[in-house]
């Protein structure tokens, strides 16, 4: 499979294109700065360029199979690169027939509020304000695109090893605890060969 990815100079991203190359499958990435990423792979295709730029996105699109957006941004970042950068992949996917979208979100938005802590809500509403904020307008782009799209909600994210042990699912009852970036990265990988999180938003933790 052909995956674009988006993010990938971030912690998930990155262990998502490692975690795909090393199944066999090939990597088209957009990165502002792509010495950021360093990996050296034959399978993998980095474009420089800009999430919020049409022209970029759409030639990182071009020929895949299925789209990784792992967007990130600072917390004082004005650019809404995460809801607007996800506007421009979506537009660019319809526009290039491609249907699968695995998207990196977070868990505490939507109707996962409550599966996380009292902390972590304070924080939430003051620290990560404008991050919550745009991850919040990003869930609701991606549920209006009519994409076979998959929402992954992350709970507290670690630099831990990949160890593919880990807790995911829809239920609400599902509470927020750590989990390593290189696992969120396997759980992404899988939603694009399962479609049981199709048009969902599973958290995973």
Do not use: C
């Not at 360029?49 to 967007?71: E, H, P």
């Not at 009852?173 to 390593?180: D, P, W």
């Amino acid at each position: 499979m052909h995956i674009a990815v988006f993010g990938a100079t971030g912690g998930t991203g990155r262990a998502f294109v490692e975690q795909a190359l090393d199944a066999g499958h090939t990597i088209t990435a957009l990165a502002r700065t792509p010495s950021k990423l360093n990996i050296d792979h034959p399978g993998l295709t980095v474009i420089q360029g800009d999430a919020l730029v049409a022209a970029d996105v759409a030639q990182t699109v071009a020929g895949a199979d299925g789209v990784l957006a792992s967007l990130g941004s600072g917390l004082n970042d004005e650019t809404k690169v995460v809801s607007r950068g996800t506007e421009q992949i979506i537009a660019a996917m319809v526009a290039e027939g491609v249907r699968r979208l695995v998207v990196i979100g977070a868990m505490g938005t939507g109707d996962s509020a409550d599966q996380v802590g009292f902390a972590f809500k304070m924080i939430m509403k003051t620290v990560l304000k404008k991050t919550m904020v745009e991850k919040e307008a990003q869930e609701k782009i991606v549920a209006a695109s009519g994409l076979d799209w998959v929402m992954v909600r992350p709970s507290g994210l670690t630099d831990g090893p990949r160890t593919g042990t880990y807790t995911f699912g829809v239920d609400k009852s599902l509470k927020a605890g750590q989990i390593s970036r290189a696992d969120v990265a396997d759980f992404a990988l899988k939603q694009f060969s399962e479609d049981t999180f199709v048009g969902k938003t599973p958290a995973v933790t």
